[in-house]
Nanobody, 115 residues
Framework: QVQLVESGGGLVQPGGSLRLSCAVS????????MGWYRQTPGNERELVARFVVAGAVVYDDSVKGRFTISADNAKNTVYLQMNSLKPEDTAVYYC?????????WGQGTLVAVSS
């Protein structure tokens, strides 16, 4: 059974940083397309950052230059480094894995950016 467990969320002031982690079990992250999404109340879940083929990464325009996705295959963990956080980054952040048409999600971790 594939499980994704996010951690690292919390309350941070504008301009601050957080690093989210997604520990994966039941599959190897290197055989999946891994990514981070976020969702605010009343809105659809939206892509934040995602690995694509050949190791390239796509970012939502709103986070380019501030967020960085990375992976540690030895730890089977995906990270999202978030710098220069803004109040509009406040959301529940979800880790995602995709293997063909099979997608799995973590339970989400709340990031709140406020002074």
């Amino acid at each position: 059974q594939v499980q994704l467990v996010e951690s690292g969320g919390g309350l941070v002031q504008p301009g601050g940083s957080l690093r989210l982690s997604c520990a994966v079990s039941g599959t190897e992250i290197r055989t999946n397309v891994m990514g981070w999404y976020r969702q605010t109340p009343g809105n659809e879940r939206e892509l934040v950052a995602r690995f694509v083929v050949a190791g390239a990464v796509v970012y939502d325009d709103s986070v380019k230059g501030r967020f960085t996705i990375s992976a540690d295959n030895a730890k089977n963990t995906v990270y999202l480094q978030m710098n220069s956080l803004k109040p509009e980054d406040t959301a529940v952040y979800y880790c995602n894995r995709a293997w063909g048409q099979l997608w799995s999600w973590g339970q989400g971790t709340l990031v709140a950016v406020s002074s």
